[in-house]
């Protein structure tokens, strides 16, 4: 099936490439002419691990473009995969998708399915339509679908090619037969339904699994006041199989491009149309102030930063990814600096984006051990692997301070208490290995 794809972010690129890994003929569409020259040359502008390597294996069946009209207007089907990012208001902005959306309309030549794949509000699958048919040049049948994707950044391959479901939303049968013949070689549940409900799907499950995110910390913010144990609970709380053991690691927060995004698109949605979802609101409450969390725990040692060497280690919102969109280092940072720091920074991918951020406030390292070294206190945000299976001895060893202030639980509290150290996590007992009094 010929298909093209707008968009060539972690949603279109993505689906693109493994639409074209299950044999169809696929067309990357993108504004972007030095995107398009590096996609051409193999080469992803995004970091995602196992893309590179599947566009270099199916570059037979992968083309990339940035003139719309060709691409679209012998197409059969037309996926939308741009961005939907938030607005001041909370709200999400559709002026990419409904760009695309008169771009097809003034290009397509033949009947085809329009399918949205970026995450929309309820009910804009069929302003889409109505667009779409209200700009039309020529005679033809459009038939808008929605399509949610499920990714989630650094297993966006996998998530995509073996996916947990696959959910179609539409209001004429054609477009279901259609969409059913794009996914026949994927093995995943497929369910149909129509486009609301399928919208609502997408933001239903992303703002629940944000809710369980939310509700782990809170109780891991209470576990650290009465001494319990947030990992034991958790373990005891995941063998429930009604509850799951998913999304019940304590930590600082959720960042990223999908639950800060969608919880308040969807609690702004809510409001608009005068009614409240109270959970949703709690979940983006907690979160935020989640993110402050090891900022707060710092004044237990320092009453301020001035003047103190601050490592920090992990930029980015999660391992796996280069993306800093919601981060808590974007949070926390700035804080530090305003207070006068001196932080130094690393992470195994993320550094250049933040150099487009903080180019010249902040030394950023190769290694670890070069930012550890001579720190008066350090931050752990995020947990990469390089972090969870860093010797413990080398922080005592390297800093002149060893204060750990880890928002990941990346380390077991048993192999903490062998070092010499003060380790403060999330939802734990802080380890004092130092004996150094807290103010």
């Known amino acids: 099936m010929k298909i093209a794809v707008a968009g060539t972010g972690y949603v279109g690129l993505v689906t693109g490439v493994c639409l074209a890994e299950h044999g169809h003929s696929v067309i990357c569409v993108d504004i972007d002419e030095k995107k398009v020259s590096l996609m051409e040359a193999g080469i992803s502008p995004i970091y995602e691990p196992g893309l590179e390597e599947l566009m270099g294996k199916n570059m037979d069946k992968l083309s990339f473009t940035t003139k719309y009209i060709e691409a679209y207007k012998d197409a059969d089907v037309i996926f939308i995969g741009v961005g939907t990012p938030e607005k001041q208001d909370g709200s999400a902005n559709l002026s990419y998708v ?46 808008v679908a929605s399509n949610p994707e499920f990714l989630a950044q650094g297993t966006a391959v996998r998530d995509t090619l073996f996916p ?76 429930d199989k009604r509850i799951g053991d998913r999304f019940l690691n304590a930590g600082i927060g959720y960042g990223g491009s999908c639950f800060p995004k969608d919880t308040k698109a969807l609690h702004w949605l809510a409001s ?53 969109r919601e981060a808590p280092s974007l949070v926390n940072i700035p804080i530090m600096l305003e207070d ?8 195994p991918v993320g550094v250049e984006n933040f150099k487009k951020k903080y180019p010249g406030e902040i030394t950023y390292c190769n290694t670890i051990e070069d930012t550890i070294k001579d ?26 301070n060893p204060i750990i202030l880890d928002g990941r639980n990346c380390y077991d509290l048993a192999s903490v208490k062998k070092e010499n150290m003060i380790y403060d996590s999330i939802g734990r007992e802080t380890v004092n290995s130092l004996e150094v009094s807290m103010v």
């Open 98 to 143: 409904y760009g695309v959306a008169e771009q097809i309309a003034r290009s397509i030549e033949k009947d085809c399915v329009v399918v949205v794949k970026s995450t929309v509000p309820i009910g804009t699958n069929d302003k889409i339509e109505d667009m779409i048919k209200y700009n039309l040049v020529h005679d033809v049948n459009v038939y």
């Open 164 to 239: 947990s479901r696959i959910v179609i939303g539409v209001e004429d049968p054609y477009a279901g037969v259609v969409l059913k013949e794009v996914y026949k070689e994927f093995d995943a549940p497929l369910m149909v339904t129509n486009r609301k409900s399928a919208e609502m799907i997408k933001y239903a499950s992303n703002d629940f699994l944000a809710l369980k995110i939310s509700f782990i910390n809170e109780i891991a913010n209470l576990c650290e006041i009465i001494g319990a144990d947030i990992e034991d609970v958790a373990l005891g709380m995941g063998f």
């Open 272 to 324: 608009f149309h005068d009614n409240e979802l109270k959970t949703v609101k709690a979940a983006i409450d907690v979160n935020e102030n989640q993110k402050l969390k090891l900022i707060k725990k710092s004044r237990n040692y320092f009453d301020s930063f001035n003047g103190l060497n601050v490592a920090v280690l992990g930029l980015t919102f999660k391992p796996g990814t280069d993306d800093l």
């Open 340 to 347: 006068g720091a001196n932080v130094k920074a690393w992470d």
């Open 375 to 400: 720190a008066d206190v350090c931050f752990i945000f995020t947990e990469w692997d390089e972090v969870k299976d860093f010797d413990l001895s080398k922080y005592s060893e390297l800093m002149k």
